[in-house]
């Protein structure tokens, strides 16, 4: 976290300079972002290594803001749509359109166990669960979150 050790993993102002999201398949060691000067999602090794691109020019990747991935599918938030999309994470294809709304949607995030990279020390039994914006006040709320799973489906 000190920045010591910094590597620049992509660096090519030709393809793309705006990135927005950002996320990491740990089952690949490939890290997956999306830009906005391009329009496009992107992937690489952690090395920086393997570059390909995605997913360009497609009607509802026309401004990615969040990506994350589950499975094999990589999924997006794009706020000229106001679209939460999803598409296959190796070759873009069967981009399938999840939620639209009215409002840009801002973040994305999945959560579950194989999200996690292998050596998690957290507690594995526990992973899915989303947590509140706001920070919990007591003590008591703080070991509410950290036992009981939440769920809930965005409508």
């Known amino acids: 976290m000190s920045g010591s050790g910094r590597h620049i993993v992509f660096k090519d102002m030709e393809i793309g300079a705006w990135p ?3 996320t990491l ?4 060691k490939r890290i997956v972002w999306t830009d906005a000067r391009s329009d496009a999602i992107f992937s690489a090794l952690y090395d920086g290594t393997g570059v390909i691109e ?3 020019g497609h009607e509802y990747l026309s ?3 969040a990506v994350s991935l589950f499975g094999g599918n990589v999924y997006w938030t794009d706020w000229r749509t106001n679209t939460l999309a999803r598409a296959n994470k190796w070759t873009g294809r069967n981009v399938t359109v999840i939620q639209k709304t009215s409002a840009q949607p801002f973040d994305l995030q999945i959560f579950h166990p194989s999200r996690q990279p292998q050596g998690f020390t957290g507690s594995s039994s526990n992973l ?3 947590y509140p914006a706001t920070r919990p006040k007591t ?3 703080r070991h509410q ?3 009981d799973p939440v ?3 965005w409508a």
């Open 20 to 22: 927005n999201g950002l």
């Open 25 to 28: 398949d740990h089952l690949e």
């Open 54 to 56: 995605i997913l360009r």
């Open 63 to 65: 401004h990615p803001f």
């Open 128 to 130: 899915s669960r989303v």
């Open 139 to 141: 003590s008591e709320d």
């Open 145 to 147: 979150l950290s036992c």
């Open 151 to 153: 769920w809930k489906q």
